[in-house]
C-alpha cells in the first residue's frame, strides 16, 4: 500500500487566522475563549465562545466571489489558500487536478446564511429569500468552492459526522490516496455556526460551560462553541520526496466505529473499537503512540468515558502517555474540530512540543491520564493519534507520525 | 399533592415514557431510569409549561430526587409571582 503524507496545511480559528498563530498560540497555552462579540447575546444564556475575531472578508475575498460565501466557506477557502501554498504543488499543472480528491467536512454548513435569510423571511416579512440562499449553505458549498478555486476535478463532496466530520472526511480522503484511486488530496474540515439560534439550541442540550473550557479537571463545566478551519494537502509519500517537498507529517492510518447506542451519550467501547482500529490501520504498537490529542470537550460525560477508552486500548502504556485537550483553547469546532486539532499533533510531532490542556485546576479522580496541564511540554514525539467522538455516536480516530 | 407537583409528575411521566404512578418525591433519575436527553426534554417542557427558567446544574435532579426538582419550581414560580425575576416582568 502507498504511503500518504501531509506537504501542506493552514487553519483559521480562534487562536489565529492561520496555521501558525493557531500553532503558536496552543504552544503558548493561550486561551481564546472570552465574552461573544460577533452576534447579539441579549436572548442568549451563553455568554462566551472561541470566535475568529478580527476577521474582515473583503480583506480576502472580493465582492463578486464573497456574495457566494458563507462564513463556513471563506474560512475553508482561506485555510485551503494556505495549505495548497505551503504544498508548493500547482493544480492546474500536469492533469494534477483531476488525481485529486476534495472532501471538507462540516457539522452544518451554511448556517449564518440560514440564519440571515429566516430571520429576513421570517422577522422582516420580507417575502423574496437571496437566490445565492442555496448554493451558500449547502453543506458541500467548502468543498465546491475549494474545487473551483483551484481546478480540483477528481472526486470531490462534503462528510457530515456532526463533532468527527473534519476526522471522517480526512479519513475518508487518506483512504482514497493510500489505494492509489487519487494521488493527491485537499482535504480537512470547516465550521462557522455561532449564530443566535444556533447557541440557543446548544444552550437547550445543557451541556455547555458558563466559565470557560476546562477538559479533564474536576472543575469542568461542560464545552464551550468554537469555529474555523483547517484545511491540509495529502500527497503520496514517493511524489513528495521526489520534488523535494517538506514533509509535515506521514498520515498512518485512521480507525472509525459507531457506538449504535445513545444518541449523545458517548460510549466507552464505541470510543476504543476507533482507537484500536487506528492504532491497527496504522500497523502502530501501542508503546510507539506517545501523544493523544483528545476530544476533551470538558463535559461531565465524555471526559471519563475518553479516558477510560484510552486507558482500555494503551494499558500500562496509558500512564506514559500525553493526552491533552487544545479545544481548552481553540473551543469546540464542531465540525472543524478534528482539523483545528491535526495542527496541534502535526506540531508536537514536528517540534517536539505537546500543547497544553488550558484552563485546568484540580485532577478528577475519574479523569486519571497525563493531561499537560496548562503549560506546554518539549518532549519528542514519534507517532500521535488524534480523537473524534460525535454526537449520534460516530467515532474517528486518525493516527499520524513523525515524517521519515 | 400540589398541582405544580401534579403537573411535575404528569411531565416526567410523559417525557420519560413511565407509568405515573412509579414516580415519588423521593424518587432519583437514576432509580427512573430516566437518560439525561429525556432530562432534558424534562426541564424544557417545565420551562415552557410554567414560563421560568431553571438553572443549568441546579436541581441536580439526576443525582438528587423528583422533590428538589419540584421545589426548585415552587421557587421560581413563586418569585415570578412577587415579581422578583426579570422573567416576571416580562
Given at each position: 500500500?502507498?504511503?500518504?503524507?501531509?506537504?501542506?496545511?493552514?487553519?483559521?480559528?480562534?487562536?489565529?487566522?492561520?496555521?501558525?498563530?493557531?500553532?503558536?498560540?496552543?504552544?503558548?497555552?493561550?486561551?481564546?475563549?472570552?465574552?461573544?462579540?460577533?452576534?447579539?447575546?441579549?436572548?442568549?444564556?451563553?455568554?462566551?465562545?472561541?470566535?475568529?475575531?478580527?476577521?474582515?472578508?473583503?480583506?480576502?475575498?472580493?465582492?463578486?466571489?464573497?456574495?457566494?460565501?458563507?462564513?463556513?466557506?471563506?474560512?475553508?477557502?482561506?485555510?485551503?489558500?494556505?495549505?495548497?501554498?505551503?504544498?508548493?504543488?500547482?493544480?492546474?499543472?500536469?492533469?494534477?487536478?483531476?488525481?485529486?480528491?476534495?472532501?471538507?467536512?462540516?457539522?452544518?454548513?451554511?448556517?449564518?446564511?440560514?440564519?440571515?435569510?429566516?430571520?429576513?423571511?421570517?422577522?422582516?416579512?420580507?417575502?423574496?429569500?437571496?437566490?445565492?440562499?442555496?448554493?451558500?449553505?449547502?453543506?458541500?458549498?467548502?468543498?465546491?468552492?475549494?474545487?473551483?478555486?483551484?481546478?480540483?476535478?477528481?472526486?470531490?463532496?462534503?462528510?457530515?459526522?456532526?463533532?468527527?466530520?473534519?476526522?471522517?472526511?480526512?479519513?475518508?480522503?487518506?483512504?482514497?490516496?493510500?489505494?492509489?484511486?487519487?494521488?493527491?488530496?485537499?482535504?480537512?474540515?470547516?465550521?462557522?455556526?455561532?449564530?443566535?439560534?444556533?447557541?440557543?439550541?446548544?444552550?437547550?442540550?445543557?451541556?455547555?460551560?458558563?466559565?470557560?473550557?476546562?477538559?479533564?479537571?474536576?472543575?469542568?463545566?461542560?464545552?464551550?462553541?468554537?469555529?474555523?478551519?483547517?484545511?491540509?494537502?495529502?500527497?503520496?509519500?514517493?511524489h513528495a520526496r521526489a520534488r523535494g517537498a517538506t514533509i509535515l507529517a506521514e498520515f498512518a492510518g485512521a480507525g472509525m466505529s459507531a457506538d449504535a447506542g445513545?444518541?449523545?451519550?458517548?460510549?466507552?467501547?464505541?470510543?476504543?473499537?476507533?482507537?484500536?482500529?487506528?492504532?491497527?490501520?496504522?500497523?502502530?504498537?501501542?508503546?510507539?503512540?506517545?501523544?493523544?490529542?483528545?476530544?476533551?470537550?470538558?463535559?461531565?460525560?465524555?471526559?471519563?468515558?475518553?479516558?477510560?477508552?484510552?486507558?482500555?486500548?494503551?494499558?500500562?502504556?496509558?500512564?506514559?502517555?500525553?493526552?491533552?485537550?487544545?479545544?481548552?483553547?481553540?473551543?469546540?469546532?464542531?465540525?472543524?474540530?478534528?482539523?483545528?486539532?491535526?495542527?496541534?499533533?502535526?506540531?508536537?510531532?514536528?517540534?517536539?512540543?505537546?500543547?497544553?490542556?488550558?484552563?485546568?485546576?484540580?485532577?478528577?479522580?475519574?479523569?486519571?491520564?497525563?493531561?499537560?496541564?496548562?503549560?506546554?511540554?518539549?518532549?519528542?514525539?514519534?507517532?500521535?493519534?488524534?480523537?473524534?467522538?460525535?454526537?449520534?455516536?460516530?467515532?474517528?480516530?486518525?493516527?499520524?507520525?513523525?515524517?521519515? | 399533592?400540589?398541582?405544580?407537583?401534579?403537573?411535575?409528575?404528569?411531565?416526567?411521566?410523559?417525557?420519560?415514557?413511565?407509568?405515573?404512578?412509579?414516580?415519588?418525591?423521593?424518587?432519583?433519575?437514576?432509580?427512573?431510569?430516566?437518560?439525561?436527553?429525556?432530562?432534558?426534554?424534562?426541564?424544557?417542557?417545565?420551562?415552557?409549561?410554567?414560563?421560568?427558567?431553571?438553572?443549568?446544574?441546579?436541581?441536580?435532579?439526576?443525582?438528587?430526587?423528583?422533590?428538589?426538582?419540584?421545589?426548585?419550581?415552587?421557587?421560581?414560580?413563586?418569585?415570578?409571582?412577587?415579581?422578583?425575576?426579570?422573567?416576571?416582568?416580562?
Amino acid at each position: 500500500m502507498r504511503r500518504v503524507v501531509i506537504t501542506g496545511m493552514g487553519a483559521i480559528s480562534a487562536l489565529g487566522h492561520d496555521a501558525a498563530s493557531t500553532w503558536n498560540g496552543m504552544r503558548e497555552g493561550r486561551c481564546a475563549i472570552g465574552p461573544i462579540v460577533n452576534i447579539p447575546t441579549e436572548l442568549t444564556n451563553i455568554k462566551i465562545a472561541a470566535e475568529v475575531r478580527d476577521y474582515d472578508a473583503a480583506k480576502h475575498f472580493d465582492s463578486k466571489k464573497l456574495i457566494f460565501l458563507d462564513r463556513v466557506a471563506q474560512f475553508a477557502l482561506l485555510a485551503a489558500r494556505e495549505a495548497v501554498a505551503q504544498s508548493g504543488l500547482d493544480f492546474r499543472a500536469d492533469g494534477r487536478g483531476e488525481r485529486t480528491a476534495c472532501i471538507v467536512g462540516t457539522g452544518i454548513g451554511g448556517e449564518n446564511t440560514h440564519d440571515e435569510q429566516a430571520r429576513r423571511f421570517y422577522g422582516d416579512k420580507n417575502p423574496r429569500v437571496h437566490p445565492l440562499t442555496i448554493v451558500r449553505l449547502m453543506a458541500n458549498a467548502p468543498a465546491c468552492q475549494i474545487t473551483m478555486e483551484y481546478g480540483l476535478t477528481g472526486p470531490a463532496f462534503a462528510v457530515v459526522s456532526a463533532c468527527a466530520s473534519a476526522n471522517h472526511a480526512m479519513a475518508q480522503a487518506f483512504e482514497m490516496l493510500r489505494s492509489g484511486k487519487v494521488d493527491f488530496a485537499v482535504t480537512g474540515g470547516s465550521e462557522a455556526c455561532i449564530t443566535v439560534p444556533t447557541v440557543k439550541a446548544w444552550e437547550a442540550v445543557r451541556v455547555t460551560a458558563d466559565d470557560t473550557c476546562r477538559p479533564f479537571c474536576k472543575q469542568r463545566r461542560g464545552m464551550v462553541l468554537g469555529e474555523g478551519a483547517g484545511i491540509f494537502v495529502l500527497e503520496e509519500y514517493e511524489h513528495a520526496r521526489a520534488r523535494g517537498a517538506t514533509i509535515l507529517a506521514e498520515f498512518a492510518g485512521a480507525g472509525m466505529s459507531a457506538d449504535a447506542g445513545d444518541i449523545v451519550l458517548p460510549s466507552m467501547q464505541g470510543a476504543a473499537r476507533a482507537l484500536a482500529g487506528a492504532l491497527a490501520d496504522a500497523r502502530l504498537d501501542a508503546h510507539e503512540i506517545d501523544y493523544i490529542n483528545a476530544h476533551g470537550t470538558g463535559t461531565p460525560a465524555n471526559d471519563p468515558t475518553e479516558t477510560k477508552a484510552i486507558r482500555h486500548v494503551f494499558g500500562a502504556h496509558a500512564d506514559r502517555l500525553a493526552v491533552s485537550s487544545t479545544k481548552s483553547m481553540h473551543g469546540h469546532a464542531l465540525g472543524a474540530a478534528g482539523a483545528i486539532e491535526l495542527i496541534a499533533a502535526i506540531g508536537a510531532l514536528r517540534e517536539g512540543v505537546i500543547p497544553p490542556t488550558a484552563n485546568f485546576l484540580d485532577a478528577d479522580p475519574e479523569c486519571d491520564l497525563d493531561y499537560v496541564p496548562n503549560v506546554a511540554r518539549e518532549q519528542r514525539v514519534r507517532a500521535a493519534l488524534s480523537n473524534s467522538f460525535a454526537f449520534g455516536g460516530l467515532n474517528a480516530v486518525l493516527a499520524l507520525k513523525r515524517a521519515d | 399533592m400540589s398541582s405544580v407537583q401534579e403537573t411535575i409528575f404528569g411531565i416526567i411521566s410523559k417525557e420519560a415514557g413511565i407509568d405515573i404512578n412509579k414516580i415519588t418525591l423521593d424518587s432519583t433519575l437514576k432509580d427512573l431510569e430516566i437518560q439525561s436527553l429525556d432530562a432534558v426534554q424534562i426541564i424544557f417542557e417545565l420551562e415552557d409549561h410554567f414560563k421560568i427558567t431553571l438553572p443549568d446544574r441546579d436541581p441536580k435532579f439526576d443525582t438528587e430526587s423528583v422533590k428538589g426538582l419540584v421545589e426548585a419550581v415552587e421557587k421560581l414560580l413563586a418569585e415570578k409571582a412577587a415579581g422578583t425575576t426579570p422573567a416576571a416582568q416580562g
